[in-house]
């Protein structure tokens, strides 16, 4: 059973740094697609950033330059490196997973079997 595990969020001024954290528990194969979601109170759930085990990425464009994502395959992590962070970056972060076969298509609109519970992150001004 798989289960994702987010961990890292925090408060943080504007213009500061944070990285969070998901953990993958209950799979262990070398092909995977991934990705950082987010949701402030009265808005949509939006996507972040995502990634897959070819090493393709792609960003929301309003966190494009500030907004970095990675994976350790030794630690089964998936990370997300947070700069220049704005008020309106305030969210509940959640990380999603899923592998092949449905992975295939574009990363930011699969629709990811795997969610974590998620993990706040605020910024102040």
């Known amino acids: 059973q798989v289960q994702l595990v987010e961990s890292g969020g925090g408060s943080v001024q504007a213009g500061g740094s944070l990285r969070i954290s998901c953990v993958v528990y209950?799979?262990?194969?070398?092909?995977?697609?991934m990705g950082w979601f987010r949701q402030a109170p009265g808005k949509e759930r939006e996507g972040v950033a995502f990634t897959d085990s070819d090493g393709s990425t792609s960003y929301a464009d309003s966190v494009k330059g500030r907004f970095t994502i990675s994976h350790d395959n030794f630690k089964n992590t998936l990370y997300l490196q947070m700069s220049s962070l704005k008020p309106e970056d305030t969210a509940l972060y959640y990380c999603?997973?899923?592998?092949?076969?449905?992975?295939?298509?574009?990363?930011?609109?699969?629709?990811?079997?795997?969610w974590g519970q998620g993990t706040q992150v605020t910024v102040s001004s």
């Open positions: 209950g799979y262990a194969y070398s092909r995977y697609c």
């Open positions: 999603a997973a899923d592998y092949p076969p449905f992975c295939a298509g574009d990363l930011r609109s699969l629709q990811y079997r795997y």
